[in-house]
């Protein structure tokens, strides 16, 4: 179900470039992408590796900054903020599910969670509360008290969802969230993302899997740091295309 066009913009990505290196050894990473995402959205991202994917979502979640363009979040310009106004920012409005998950090996399934909370000023009591709270709704409820060395990388890959979803973040973006996952999980994982986004939020996700791209409303092709195409995802000629891409 596409958001109606009328729902705000939650991300904004405005001519964005990201090049890497300089001279002969300069990498175009991203060349001049445009996209909205609107609340109640979810985008997937679909292209071959190397194409940019990993680069937009970075840049689109504050964590790199562009060579030109701009990144607009809830209508912020977050090229204009400090670093201490962009780390805010990102706790408050942007729950970021890494690649290879990022949870801090020291801190349990349920600190790794309730962390980025304490750290934006809610008791650690709440925080504790909404990490069991999310936890459950993953079927998780069990891993709370193990360190991420305790865990298969299923749950260190499902753990690391919950902590990005826990908080109620405006903007949700994963890169590739299903890669450790057996079909059915994923499909667990991708419905927990897909009732974020139809309670509000704004989700972009890298994958591969037309399986779970099915689960977006719309579908982003990169190639070579460019968008190729944008479709909607209930469009399976579109998908199986992209299948044979790969
Ligand atoms: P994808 O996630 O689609 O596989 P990436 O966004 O990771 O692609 O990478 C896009 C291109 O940018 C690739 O050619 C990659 O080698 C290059 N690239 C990414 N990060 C860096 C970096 N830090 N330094 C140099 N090149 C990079
Ligand atoms: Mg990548």
């Known amino acids: 179900m596409p958001a109606p066009a009328a729902a705000p913009p939650v991300l904004e990505l405005r001519n964005l470039s990201r090049n890497h290196g300089t001279g002969i050894a300069e990498v175009h990473a991203l060349r ?23 680069t937009l ?15 607009i979040i809830e209508g912020q310009d977050i090229g204009a903020l400090s670093r201490k106004q962009l780390a805010a920012l990102r706790r408050r ?11 801090i090996p020291a ?52 753990v690391a969802i919950a902590r ?11 890169d590739e969230p299903t890669g450790a996952l057996d079909s059915e999980t994923g499909e667990t994982v991708l419905a927990l993302l897909r009732s974020r986004c139809d309670a509000g939020a ?8 037309p399986r779970y791209a099915a689960w977006a409303d719309r579908v ?20 199986l295309a992209a299948e044979d891409a790969k």
């Not at 979810?42 to 190397?50: F, R, T």
């Not at 979502?57 to 990144?71: E, I, N, S």
């Not at 982003?220 to 000629?237: C, E, H, I, P, Y």
Request: negative net charge; aromatic residues 4%; glycine residues 12%.
């Open 164 to 174: 990005a979803l826990v908080g109620d973040r405006r903007l949700v973006l994963a």
């Open 32 to 54: 001049g992408v445009d996209l909205t995402v609107r609340a109640g959205e979810l985008v997937a991202v679909m292209g071959p590796s190397g194409s940019g994917k990993s």
């Open 220 to 239: 982003v092709f990169l190639r070579d740091g460019s968008v190729v195409d944008q479709t909607l995802s209930s469009d399976a000629d579109s998908l």
């Open 202 to 209: 704004a989700g972009v996700m890298v994958t591969h899997e």
């Open 57 to 71: 979502l970075t840049l689109a979640g504050g964590l790199d900054t562009a060579t030109t363009g701009q990144v």
């Open 107 to 158: 801190l349990t399934a349920a600190e790794n969670i309730a962390l980025p909370r304490e750290l934006d000023g809610v008791s650690v009591r709440k925080a504790r509360k909404e990490a069991g709270e999310v936890l459950a709704g993953m079927k998780l409820a069990d891993v709370a008290d193990r360190f991420p060395d305790e865990m298969s990388g299923g749950q260190q890959q499902r």
């Open 93 to 103: 409005s942007v729950g970021y599910v890494f690649q290879d998950y990022n949870l």
